[in-house]
């Protein structure tokens, strides 16, 4: 056993050690936006697989919430997180087709559309994790992430609209993001915390799970950037830059 505050401390512990040099915030595709390098027309492409990947990722939270038959009430937090992502007039993936919308791309075309090596990354190694994985590993894979988000939506909100001049409207995905995420990673955080304390030994294999989620978190930024520009790179953190994508 274990106290929650020490809990928490090896959690953090794991996320600075994973995330340090990986901040999406730097990552060049979002960097590119914030800075108006990138076209309007690279703009749609990166959309485009924006919308490939909010189709999938409500499916890895229901993936995750199938593993979970003896917390009922962590099930519960769970399920609440996939509703706010899957269901309702603004679930998420609808809020990435009325930017397309904006952006004149025929919703037809983001249907069909299929993912670049970096998306095809994450989607297998996403897919893996959470469909093989006990309740908690799973949980730890999607809480890696989520922190890190909200910062990006924010960013890329403001810069659509005073850089790229699209209408607010158009940019509730963002908002949306840069709102919930924090409720949903704390959700995470604290199903998290309370299988640490009952049990630290799970840490060594939740460390791995968050490291090799992260990584196809990292890729999903990279397949971004082979969309918007069309070639195959991967970003190697910080200190490393891709060319200029134009």
């Known amino acids: 056993m274990q106290t929650l505050s020490a809990a928490k401390q090896e959690l953090d512990a794991i996320r600075r050690e994973v995330v340090s040099n990986l901040p999406l915030i730097e990552h060049p595709v979002v960097q590119a936006r914030i800075r108006g390098e990138l076209s309007l027309d690279q703009v749609r492409k990166i959309e485009v697989q924006h919308y490939y990947e909010a189709r999938f990722f409500s499916t890895f939270v229901l993936n995750t919430i199938k593993n979970c038959n003896d917390d009922l009430e962590a099930r519960k937090l769970m399920a609440e997180n996939w509703a ?28 069909r559309a299929e993912p670049t090596p970096g998306m095809a990354a994450w989607h297998h190694i996403e897919e893996q994790i959470t469909s093989r994985s006990d309740f908690v590993t799973a949980v730890a894979s999607l809480w890696i992430g989520e922190p890190e988000y909200p910062a ?23 908002h949306t993001h840069a709102e919930h995420d924090p409720e949903h990673g704390n959700v995470e955080e604290r199903i998290l915390i309370e299988a640490v304390a009952r049990d630290p030994s799970i840490l060594p294999g939740l460390k791995r799970v968050c490291r090799e989620a992260y990584w196809g978190y990292v890729f999903s930024f990279d397949g971004y950037w082979q969309a918007a520009t069309g070639r195959h790179e991967f970003w190697s953190g910080l200190g490393r830059t891709f060319p200029d994508p134009a």
């Open 152 to 174: 990006v939506a924010s960013a890329l909100h403001k810069a659509y609209q005073e850089v790229y001049g699209l209408p607010l409207a158009a940019l509730q995905t963002y």
């Open 84 to 111: 706010s992502e899957a269901t309702g007039a603004d679930d998420h993936a609808t809020l990435i087709l009325r930017l397309l919308d904006a952006l004149g791309v025929p919703r037809e075309l983001a249907y």
